[in-house]
Structures are given as structure tokens and as C-alpha cells.
């Protein structure tokens, strides 16, 4: 991971004391995950200049933001922030509060970012004419990123801009995130409390809890590692990355090959070469001592029980290598111990297609 800046920060609030420290790095998604009440805003509102008795030390492409003597402004640092709703302009159409963005750019025109290109990628040409009581909920989230980001800022600060909206309006403004996420090179700091959210657009992830930072590092690490909390939740997943090798149109599905030789095909019709990320929860695989091949199932794929991450309660949970690809599975005890299975033993994943999600 590439740095552009650390922070080291402490504030005191009623309930806890906000404690962290981690570095930021100069391109990607780097998610604060925790629940509601961990700190997670509180933490972006420190890196963002609006905790006005924040303690500590934030140092970001060069500059110094916060330390013993000084806390730069929002301004100041140029940054970008989203918050949970649009929070547009309600008297002006999509075009002026796109334009309030742009002529709040203060960088080097030759630094900016293209503005046709931008309208291009958020799907939001055609809406310049219309007023924010117009527009859906994802809508003016797309709407709010291209003003943000047209004020072309030093960094992105999210804090859960998909939590005021359901989940069709979530489905529609994950593929934008994801976009801007793989063409931009503008590092991104993404607040949630959705597990499937981080999982699909983060690269590197801070989890917090009470105010403090239990985990810090790749998101594959913090998803399938014992020793992260998120690998233990009840929404346990893993997440692969890999590019469109195969596509059947007639059957309306993509075949993704991961970096390291592994074929899974997943709904959709993605174009070939596209990059993709596909989420598989522990709770979708199950497993086989032999291969089946008599199966509705299109996804089954051999690998290696490497470690038994939990096995409290009626469940097992067990990491798989799969040629260097880590999955999840969650299985009751009871087929633990009639399948007789153990660490360093062959077995075969049958993961449904229509159960794998991606972007």
C-alpha cells in the first residue's frame, strides 16, 4: 500500500474516548467499519476538521492538518465530504449545485478533473435540468460525488452515504462507488456499519470498536483471518478478485477468473476483461469429500481446510485455500464430525451462482 498520510488521533467524548492511529493511503478505498456508536463519524469528523478538540498528530501529502498547535480548517485540507443524505442545494437544479463544486476548485486547473468525463461516469448528464425534490435517493448521492468531487479535493471522506437509502436504491449507486473506485485516482475513506458494502468497494479496513481500532489491514486479510472480529460475525464472507473470462449471454452469466486460476461464474453479463469482485458468504458453501457432478450447483471447487477460524455454538467455521484463494465456510458441527474433516484435508466447496454477489 501506497501512504499519502498518517493519523494519529484522540478525542473525548461523553460515553468513550476516540483513539486511532493508521495511515492513509494515496489510492483506494479505505473502509472504517464498526456498529452504530463505535466512533466510526466521530473519527471522520476528526480527519475532516469539524472536531474542533481533537488531539493529535494528521499529516496528509506533506501538509500537517491537525497537531500540538494547530487544526486546519476543512478549507483548508481540501477534502471532499459525503455525508448520509445528498444535502444538495434544494433552490438550485442538478447543473448549478454541480457547478458550485466546480467553482470551489481551487487546485491547478491542470490537476482537475474532467468534468464531461465525470457526468459520464456518474450517469448524471441527463438530470442537470432537474431541481434535488426531482431525484431518487441515489440519485442525489451521484449527484453530491460529482460536486464533491469536481471541487477536485485531496481525498474523499464517506460517511455511510448509502444508509438513508433501501436496497434498490443502494443496488443502484454501488456500481457508480465501485466506478469511481477503479478509474480515480482520489483515495477514498468509506464509513459503514454494512458488511457487504465494505466488502465490495475496500481495499483496507480499520474496525473499530469503542472508540478504539481493532483491526488494521487488507480487507481479504480482515475478512477471512481468525484473528480479525469480522471473520467470526454471522455474516461472515470472503471476497475474490478477478477478471471476466467467459460470458453466456443466452444463460445471462459471467465466468470471473481470479488472479490465481480459479473460475467462478456468477449472475450478470459483465463485459470480458472487465475487473470484477465477487463476495461469497460462508453461509452459501457447503462441502463434499468427492466431487459431485450430477448438480444444479455450478460452482464446485476443490481446496484445503487451512484453519478452523470458530466452532462455537452449533457451527463450525473453516478457512479454505483454494490455490492461494481464502473462502469461508460455515457448516453445523454435526457434519463437521460425520464428514470427519480437519485442517490439511481435501475438500470440495459447491457454492450456488445465484448466491454470489459482485461489482
Known amino acids: 500500500m501506497s501512504i499519502a498520510g498518517h493519523c494519529s488521533i484522540k478525542l473525548q467524548r461523553e460515553d468513550f ?3 486511532a ?43 500537517t492538518w491537525l497537531s500540538n498547535s494547530q487544526n486546519l480548517s476543512s478549507q483548508a485540507r481540501n477534502i471532499g465530504y459525503i455525508f448520509q443524505e445528498g444535502r444538495l442545494f434544494p433552490h438550485l437544479n442538478v447543473r448549478e449545485n454541480i457547478e458550485y463544486g466546480t467553482k470551489r476548485n481551487t487546485a491547478n486547473n491542470s490537476t482537475s478533473l474532467d468534468r464531461k468525463k465525470l457526468l459520464e461516469l456518474l450517469n448524471i448528464g441527463h438530470l442537470l435540468d ?58 477514498m475513506l468509506y464509513v459503514s456499519h454494512s458488511m457487504e458494502e465494505v466488502s465490495l468497494l475496500c481495499d483496507h479496513i480499520i474496525v473499530m470498536q469503542q472508540g478504539c481500532v481493532q483491526f488494521d489491514g ?98 463450525v467455521l473453516l478457512q479454505i485455500n483454494s490455490k492461494n484463494d481464502l473462502l469461508l465456510a460455515r457448516i453445523t458441527k454435526k457434519s463437521f464430525q460425520q464428514l470427519e474433516l480437519g485442517i490439511g484435508q481435501t475438500i470440495y466447496m459447491q457454492i450456488k451462482a445465484v448466491s454470489i454477489h459482485g461489482s
Open 130 to 187: 432537474r431541481k434535488p425534490q426531482q431525484l431518487s435517493g441515489g440519485e442525489k448521492q451521484r449527484v453530491a460525488l460529482g460536486r464533491a468531487l469536481l471541487k477536485n479535493p485531496q481525498i474523499m471522506l464517506l460517511d455511510e452515504p448509502m444508509a438513508s437509502l433501501d436496497k434498490k436504491h443502494k443496488q443502484e449507486i454501488l456500481p457508480f462507488l465501485s466506478s469511481l473506485h477503479r478509474e480515480l485516482s482520489i483515495p
Open 17 to 19: 474516548p476516540v483513539q
Open 218 to 315: 487488507r480487507l481479504h486479510d480482515a475478512l477471512v483471518s481468525p484473528e480479525s472480529p469480522l471473520s467470526k460475525a454471522d455474516d461472515a464472507a470472503a471476497v475474490l478478485d478477478g477478471l471476466v473470462a467467459k460470458q453466456e449471454k443466452e444463460f445471462q452469466l459471467s465466468t470471473i477468473q481470479t488472479a490465481n486460476g480459479n473460475n467462478i461464474i456468477v449472475p450478470g453479463k459483465s463485459e470480458i476483461g472487465q475487473q470484477v469482485r465477487v463476495r461469497i458468504q460462508a453461509s452459501n458453501i457447503s462441502l463434499c469429500k468427492t466431487a459431485i457432478s450430477d448438480s444444479s450447483i455450478l460452482n464446485i471447487i476443490q481446496g484445503t481446510i487451512s484453519a478452523i477460524v470458530d466452532e462455537s455454538g452449533s457451527h
Open 21 to 63: 492511529e493508521f495511515d492513509i493511503p494515496s489510492r483506494g478505498v479505505l473502509g472504517i467499519f464498526g456498529h452504530s456508536g463505535s466512533g466510526k463519524t466521530t473519527l471522520l469528523r476528526c480527519l475532516a476538521g469539524l472536531e474542533k478538540h481533537a488531539q493529535g498528530q494528521i499529516e496528509f501529502n506533506g501538509q
